[in-house]
């Protein structure tokens, strides 16, 4: 069941929102070659304290940390270490959570660390791409898979394969709530959209293949082939016109 948000609870949410996009966008300046992936978490989650938020992924199905920092290859889900240190010419991908007042708002980004490779360059921006082909689709009219349909057919006609194991989805006082948005998929399918469904729609992007695999850790996914993939999501309100995006 899709929970349709009243007013007052998107307006919660975007309160949210502000808190994860603005961590997002300081990440841009602080993400530099030399500094850990535990750096970056930190960062995270005191921005998250400071506003008397809390970090929604921590304790989540036991994850250990505020956001998620995966490195190149690593898809989704990067446990910060200590030890990871970025150097020039990585991708992240960095993941935040805040909850306030009992509802979530969740986004990523890729970022390079220095000077990156034009390969990868493109691959993040056709991620982010990808990601604003699908708000296209975020209207009354539309229906769920119109949205999946367009982020694979940008991602796919540059040349770049879609994750299929991880997929966007609704969110609101749970971060994961109904429906399961993948980033794949035949249009004009699925639930019609209404205004006060909220979505994070996150398109997971790989150069070579969209095959991955979970390490021991029961986190880490990386892609089977080790090429790099990157990551982009916001949440997003459907509304009677423009959708409303909370963390940009
Ligand atoms: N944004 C991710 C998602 O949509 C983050 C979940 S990571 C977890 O699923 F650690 F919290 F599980
Ligand atoms: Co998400």
């Not at 949410?13 to 750096?39: A, C, F, H, N």
């Not at 805040?98 to 034009?118: C, Q």
């Not at 959209?193 to 991955?212: D, H, K, R, S, W």
Request: charged residues 25%; aromatic residues 8%.
């Amino acid at each position: 069941m899709i929970i349709i948000k009243s007013q007052d609870e998107i307006d919660i949410m975007r309160e949210s929102g502000k808190v994860t996009g603005y961590i997002l966008r300081e990440l841009e300046q602080r993400i530099v070659p030399g500094i850990s992936t535990m750096d970056i978490n930190d960062f995270v989650e005191e921005t998250i304290r400071k506003y008397k938020m809390i970090p929604t992924f921590k304790g989540y199905g036991g994850y250990p940390a505020a956001a998620c920092v995966s490195v190149n290859e690593v898809v989704v889900h990067g446990i910060p270490s200590k030890e990871r240190i970025l150097r020039e010419g990585d991708i992240v991908s960095v993941d935040v959570g805040s909850t306030y007042k009992g509802y979530v708002s969740d986004a990523a980004r890729t970022y390079p660390v220095g000077k990156i490779s034009s390969e990868a360059a493109r691959l993040i921006e056709v991620t982010k791409d990808s990601f604003f082909e699908g708000l296209k689709f975020c209207r009354i009219g539309y229906r769920l898979s119109d949205i999946s349909h367009a982020i694979q057919k940008k991602a796919e006609s540059e040349g770049f394969a879609v994750i299929r194991d991880f997929v966007g989805h609704g969110v609101g006082s749970k971060m994961h709530e109904d429906p399961q948005i993948p980033n794949y998929g035949k249009p004009g399918r699925g639930p019609r959209l209404q205004a006060g469904m909220v979505f994070a729609i996150e398109p997971m992007i790989a150069q070579g293949t969209y095959e991955v695999e979970v390490l021991i850790d029961n986190w880490t996914a990386v892609t089977c082939d080790g090429k790099l993939a990157a990551h982009y999501e916001n949440t997003v309100v459907i509304t009677d016109g423009e959708p409303e995006l909370l963390t940009l």
